[in-house]
């Protein structure tokens, strides 16, 4: 029986330990770069954190189904996705003072466990969707996943959460097509690699045009063999804002849902497309993503689980967030985004828009929607 609060946002206090070491902002503190007088590494548990407090202060908590139980991922489901190699490397660092096996994924003692947690949270919330407890659910995970490939951790990912979590749903058959839509401003690359010559999941990428990685995220890159058209990529040009999101949204993502019939949609949830983001150039607003769940929520029936990716304005991601959530639960409770009037009135005029409008037509056409 679904749970009378439809929601289930699940969080854990272990994931917001996770640390990157001693950074200024994307380098290794060293030689001529000096330590950071900040928080140093742009992924800090801070915007995470802030956002669980402003559900809790809102009250927004109170229609939710809060669960903080931490289920760590098994060996099994993450041989389903990773290489032993991969895994055994990262589990021996991590027992001892941590380092770094990829491309800006650094992690402290002990982050092999936290990253199995992260990646237990997406899980446990797509399970209890699937299973019928919650309608909808949210997954405040940390660190994030959508960059790791099956053998390289990147961009902050040490573990690739969805993709784990998909893959454990599947060989449990608890469902059989999947969709992920990831609306992080930088390129799924990961996961998109992992699924990508897979036909019974589709891969869709909405993101800023070479932020990161800026040699992936291509219009072509479709899928492999047996799975063309399983991949589908949306790159925007930088400065693009609501407009542009809602609009992607309307011709080529809710149409491609409708022709793939997942039984399932998760959602790689990042807010660094925030107009403040220091990570990106890009200018959506709180209204934005809760426009965005709105048109997810609308599309079907099937439940939808969040999976929190990046986002690195410790300000505006606690209202960006609870803006999805207030979406999911159709609750009541809304508070008011401080940047709202900052960011409206940064938007870009028609022309801008027409110009990434005729992009997004290319791409609904070539796969032929």
Known sequence: MVNKKKTGFFWNEKCFWHGAGNFAFLVPVGKFVEPSSTSGFPETPESKRRLKNLIEISGLSDDLDVISEAKRVSHQDLFAVHTKDYIKKFKELSDQDGGELGLRAPFGPGGFDIACISAGLVKEALFSVLNGKHQHAYALSRPPGHHCLADFPNGFCLLNNIAIAVESAIQAKKVERVAIVDWDVHHGNG????????????????????????????????????????????????????????????????????????????????????????????????????????????????????????????????????????????????VEDPLANRINSQQPDIIFDNLQFERIKEIADLHGL
């Open 191 to 334: 996961t998109e690699k992992i699924f990508y010559n897979r036909a019974d999941v589709l891969t869709i990428s909405i993101h800023q045009e070479r932020n990161y990685p800026t040699d992936s995220g291509h219009i072509n890159d479709l899928g492999g063999p047996g799975a063309h058209l399983s991949n589908l990529n949306i790159p925007l040009f930088p400065g693009g804002g609501h407009s542009v999101y809602t609009y992607a949204f309307d011709r080529v993502v809710i149409p491609k849902l409708k022709k793939f019939q997942p039984d399932i949609v998760i959602v790689a949830c990042g807010f660094d497309a925030s107009g403040v983001d220091p990570l990106s150039r890009m200018l959506c607003g709180s209204n934005t993503f809760a426009d965005l769940t709105e048109r997810l929520i609308d599309y079907g029936d099937s439940g939808l689980v969040f999976a929190h990716e990046g986002g690195y304005s410790e300000l505006h991601v606690p209202f960006c967030g609870h803006s999805v959530l207030q979406m999911l639960s159709r609750s009541a409770v809304i």
